[in-house]
T-cell receptor, first 117, second 114 residues
Framework: DGGITQSPKYLFRKEGQNVTLSCEQN?????MYWYRQDPGQGLRLIYY???????QKGDIAEGYSVSREKKESFPLTVTSAQKNPTAFYLC????????????????FGPGTRLTVL | AQSVTQPDIHITVSEGASLELRCNYS??????LFWYVQSPGQGLQLLLK??????LVQGIKGFEAEFKRSQSSFNLRKPSVHWSDAAEYFC????????????FGAGTILRVKS
């Protein structure tokens, strides 16, 4: 089955720790995205990547880092610099059929809920 | 920059009643428009999308949406709601000059009463 997987489903972090959230897709999509979801605020873009070894900051990148070493994988690290990391994190992917300036449908993974203890 | 407003935070409808969820966007030209649905603790599932052409778009699960340029709206409708439709619904907007980024509304939580 093609799709997007995120792991773990639940993650607990102590203050001062870095944690890494996994996102893998087997849809052969070029672009991948990380969103943060808080109640009543919709989804906010953290980082996105259109090609391997390249990524751009979204609207709320501070305190987060990413890598894109493989087309299929786009892990997100929540660093200790992120002061309020408790949230639901969603990964998405899309084609770039129309090029890097096009808008294509984004498909989402099941999410990871991060809680700071 | 484009923006999206979903004016209703919560909506409650009776099972079998019709449903309309509102979405208004701010963008000078015709944007790309999406509706997604999210069950609690889950990811988002695409219901339907509008890129161009016929302004009435059919989606999955019996949903449809109509793009109205004059009102800058893309409201989601369903003629008869089922209890399983209870979820949170998100409208999203994209535009050519913003590449493949989407802007999401804050969401509308749908409750279905029997």
């Amino acid at each position: 089955d093609g799709g997007i997987t995120q792991s773990p489903k639940y993650l607990f972090r102590k203050e001062g720790q870095n944690v890494t959230l996994s996102c893998e897709q087997n849809l052969n999509h070029d672009a991948m995205y990380w969103y943060r979801q808080d109640p009543g605020q919709g989804l906010r873009l953290i980082y996105y990547s259109q090609i391997v070894n390249d990524f751009q900051k979204g609207d709320i990148a501070e305190g987060y880092s990413v890598s894109r070493e493989k087309k299929e994988s786009f892990p997100l690290t929540v660093t200790s610099a992120q002061k309020n990391p408790t949230a639901f994190y969603l990964c998405a992917s899309s084609t770039l059929a129309g090029g890097t300036s096009s808008t294509d449908t984004q498909y989402f993974g099941p999410g990871t809920r991060l809680t700071v203890l | 920059a484009q923006s999206v407003t979903q004016p209703d935070i919560h909506i409650t409808v009776s099972e079998g009643a019709s449903l309309e969820l509102r979405c208004n966007y701010s963008y000078g030209a015709t944007p790309y428009l999406f509706w997604y649905v999210q069950s609690p603790g889950q990811g988002l599932q695409l219901l339907l999308k509008y890129f161009s052409g016929d302004t009435l778009v059919q989606g999955i699960k019996g949903f449809e949406a109509e793009f109205k340029r004059s009102q800058s709206s893309f409201n989601l409708r369903k003629p008869s709601v089922h209890w399983s439709d209870a979820a949170e619904y998100f409208c999203a907007v994209g535009a050519p000059e913003y590449g493949n980024k989407l802007v999401f509304g804050a969401g509308t939580i749908l409750r279905v009463k029997s």
